[in-house]
């Protein structure tokens, strides 16, 4: 079987989301995890598809902390592909049905949850009930009370959980942060943020099925803008107004194709952000009162490239955003370090992308944000 089907999904979903449910009666449970005498944590990756296959894994080869110890996935043929190439032990294949074993291997550490969106919430609750550290890929969920039901999960069973944010682990990221909080431009005045890229493939692919992705552009570019604006001004926003425009109604019938919001930030600064699945895009400008900032390519794999108003390039050596993120997660499990992407940064992210379509449900009304300094890791 290469796919979950719908029906088979809403069973697994219905079950994920009813445990977590039940998990406040149960008594604690702890992380099924024996990491104490490791110097590199074990993960294994849940859905093998471009994802994982052209980046997670090969970035598993060249991390410092874990590495590639096991798979899941319902494509028997995979199973020969990547224990062949990965020289993965049988004991570690698992596939959809099989899952919940993965408790009782020792092998496994951190469980990567790496499939569509609306499947996280699911795999990522079974894997922490398994008492695994969890990494939940980008968007956390497809709502808010998903995402609180995968922190609740996680919690429960005393297991670490972060988001698949990449970006959290650059570089280039921290730079901004740095240059915000140290007010090297000034006071942050105005920032703009672009990821968007031009969808020309299938029209069933599940990114265009909302009942897979949970939205269009928003959901998988678009958090990114939402990432990019918040540490572009060094805080959450306390409002947002939202527009969505389509030219290719017909191709995408069920997603939006292009959304552009704005934010507004307690010192009275302004964000404006634009994600399109029919547009290309990939900026981050920064404005102070004192000068700007520039990253263009902003949220590429890598290599980022950046300027500023003072004429000089930003420049870091290019490494694996991917094996830096990990690495991250693994010394967060191993040496108690800060967690750069917790799922509480997940579930901000998700209640502006629900307060983006309420906003556009009624005709671009501004909505209150109430955040504080919610998912804000400095
Ligand atoms: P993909 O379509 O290439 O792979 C999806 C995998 O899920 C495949 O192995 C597929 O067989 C499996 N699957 C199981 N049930 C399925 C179903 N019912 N329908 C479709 N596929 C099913 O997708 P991808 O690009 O690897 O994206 C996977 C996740 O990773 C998404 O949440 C996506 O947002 C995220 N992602 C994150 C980044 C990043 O930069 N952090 C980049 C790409 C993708």
Redesign the pocket.
């Known amino acids: 079987m290469?796919?979950?089907?719908?029906r088979d999904?809403s069973i697994t979903l219905g079950r994920g989301l009813t445990s977590a449910a039940l998990l406040g009666g149960t008594a604690l449970a702890c992380a099924n995890t024996n990491t104490q005498n490791k110097t590199k944590l074990g993960v294994a990756l849940v859905?093998?598809?471009?994802?994982?296959?052209g980046?997670l894994a090969p970035s598993l080869q060249v991390t410092d902390h874990c590495y590639l110890a096991g798979i899941v996935?319902?494509?028997k043929e995979?199973e020969t592909i990547w224990k062949q190439k990965y020289d993965i032990r049988d004991a570690n294949i698992y596939n959809?049905e099989n899952f919940d074993n993965i408790a009782d291997n020792p092998d496994i550490d951190i469980i990567y949850v790496?499939?569509?969106?609306s499947?996280?919430a699911d795999f990522c609750i079974r894997a922490a009930k398994a008492g695994k550290h969890v990494i939940c890929?980008?968007?956390m969920a497809v709502s808010v009370a998903e995402c609180d039901a995968i922190i609740a999960a996680c919690k429960e069973a005393n297991v670490k959980l972060s988001v698949?944010?990449?970006m959290q682990s650059d570089p280039y990221t921290n730079e901004v942060k740095k240059y915000v909080k140290e007010k090297t431009f000034g006071e942050v005045t105005f920032v703009s943020s672009d990821a968007a890229y031009i969808s020309r493939g299938n029209p069933e692919?599940?990114?265009l099925n909302r009942a897979?992705s949970g939205g269009g552009a928003l959901?998988?570019m678009g958090v990114y803008s939402i990432q990019t604006s918040i540490y572009g001004a060094g805080q959450n926003p306390i409002s947002v107004s939202a527009q969505e425009f389509s030219t290719r109604p017909d191709y995408f019938k069920d997603t939006d194709e292009t959304i552009t919001a704005q934010f507004e930030f307690a010192n009275g600064a302004v964000a404006h952000m634009m994600t399109s699945h029919n547009a290309n895009g990939n900026r981050l400008k920064v404005h102070g009162d004192k000068g700007w900032f520039e990253l263009e390519p902003a949220h590429s794999?890598g290599p980022i490239s950046g300027r500023t108003s003072k004429g000089n390039e930003i420049k870091f050596p290019h490494k694996r955003q991917?094996a830096l993120q990990m690495d991250d997660f693994s010394k967060h499990i191993l040496k108690d370090t800060v967690n750069v992407a917790p799922g509480e940064m997940g579930k901000r992210d998700m209640i502006i992308v629900e307060a983006i379509y309420k906003s556009i449900a009624e005709g671009g009304k501004k909505q209150p944000l109430n955040l504080g300094r919610m998912g804000i890791v400095s």
Not at 2 to 6: N, P
Not at 47 to 53: E, I, N, P, R
Not at 114 to 117: E, Y
């Open positions: 290469d796919k979950l089907s719908r999904f859905g093998l598809g471009s994802y994982s296959t980046q996935t319902g494509t995979k959809y790496v499939l569509p969106n499947m996280h890929e980008k968007p698949g944010y990449r692919q599940w990114r897979l959901v998988n794999y991917q």
